[in-house]
Structures are given as C-alpha cells and as structure tokens.
C-alpha cells in the first residue's frame, strides 16, 4: 500500500517563485480615451472631492469629441433649479453634422438625487465651486465628466504649492545624479 505523502499528485509544489503561477494582468481599457483635462484647476484650486457625472449631448457633439475637439479650461458648474449644469465648455462644431451643435451652450449634467443635494449643500452653504477636472470616453464609450467640489486658492497658496512640486523635482534630480 502506498501511503498519502507517497502519491504524486499529492506533492506539494516546489517553492521557487519563478516556478509558481503568476497572476494574469488586467486588460487595458480599449475604450478610455481622455477627451479634455483641466490642468489648470488643480493649480488654481484645492480639490476637495471629485465625482464622476454623465451629459447630456447631442449626436454632433459626441462625433465632435471622438475627434478630440474640445475645451473644459473656462467652465464651471452649478445647481440651478434642482439640476446641474456645466457653462462655458467648449465643444467644436462638426462640419459633417446635418444640424450643428452651439459651441459654448450650456449642457445638463447626470448626477444622483443624494449626489445633487451634497454639491448644492457644498456650493450654496461651504462656498465651495464646482470644476471640472476631466472630461473622458468610459469603458463603454460614454462620455463621461469628472467634476471636483473645491476652494479658490490664495496667491501664496499657490507660491507654496509651487515651491513644494520644485524641491520634489530638485530631490528627485540628487537621488538619480547623486549631485
């Protein structure tokens, strides 16, 4: 009789770890792209919290931004009425569109009941602003916005806020040249 240990199929694996399964990667999104980014408002804000909302766009907008025509730089959002809008975004016109679209018209966004009530509360009692960070196509090819409640920063804020990404530059050039 051959005992349990004895069997082959009962051998533990070796312990090497180049021997052992590695987990599989992730796929890479086919669909993301990123549409517009607003650089510019991390620097001139203090990003508190963002959130991911939907828009309301017609046809020859979306053709628009499958083209990469567009610009969230200026705008803001807002709570008027009980929806949320974006204002002042730029959206190029498509030349091949039957019926074109406004450029800088202003464009309802989607958000939750619970979601609309936190930003109105954020905005109208914290004095906090709506901006948009980034505006991207989803792993589902939608268009998608990522909108950020935040504060106005002051001039030195800002200087600081320079000041800090400068010496990590600086610190990072010793580590690598050893200078």
Same mark, same amino acid.
Do not use: G, S
């Given at each position: 009789?051959?005992?349990?240990?004895?069997?082959?199929?009962?051998?533990p694996p070796?312990? #090497?770890a180049y021997?052992?399964?590695?987990?599989a990667k992730k796929p890479e999104n086919k669909n993301y792209k990123v549409?517009?980014? *607003?650089?510019?408002?991390?620097?001139?804000?203090? #990003?508190?919290d963002d959130l991911e909302v939907g828009i309301i766009l017609t046809g020859s907008e979306v053709k628009s931004l499958r083209t990469g025509q567009s610009n969230i730089a200026d705008s803001y959002a807002s709570v008027e009425n009980g929806e949320l809008w974006l204002t *002042?975004?730029?959206?190029?016109?498509?030349?091949?569109?039957m019926f074109s679209h406004e450029e800088r018209r202003r464009r309802k966004l989607l958000v939750s009941r619970k979601e609309l009530a936190r930003l109105w509360n954020a905005t109208k009692r914290e004095g906090m602003t709506l901006v948009p960070l980034v505006m991207y196509f989803n792993d589902r090819g939608l268009? %998608?916005?990522?909108i950020a409640t935040a504060k106005g920063k002051? *001039?030195?804020d800002k200087?600081?806020?320079?000041? %800090?990404r400068d010496w990590g530059r600086q610190k990072q050039r010793l580590l690598k040249h050893g200078d």
């Open positions: 009789m051959i005992a349990k240990w004895q069997m082959p199929h009962l051998v070796p312990a #090497i021997l052992c399964a590695t987990m549409i517009a980014e *607003n650089r510019r408002a991390r620097y001139d804000f203090a #990003i508190e *002042n975004a730029y959206i190029a016109p498509y030349d091949r569109a268009v %998608k916005l990522k002051k *001039n030195h200087r600081e806020t320079e000041a %800090k």
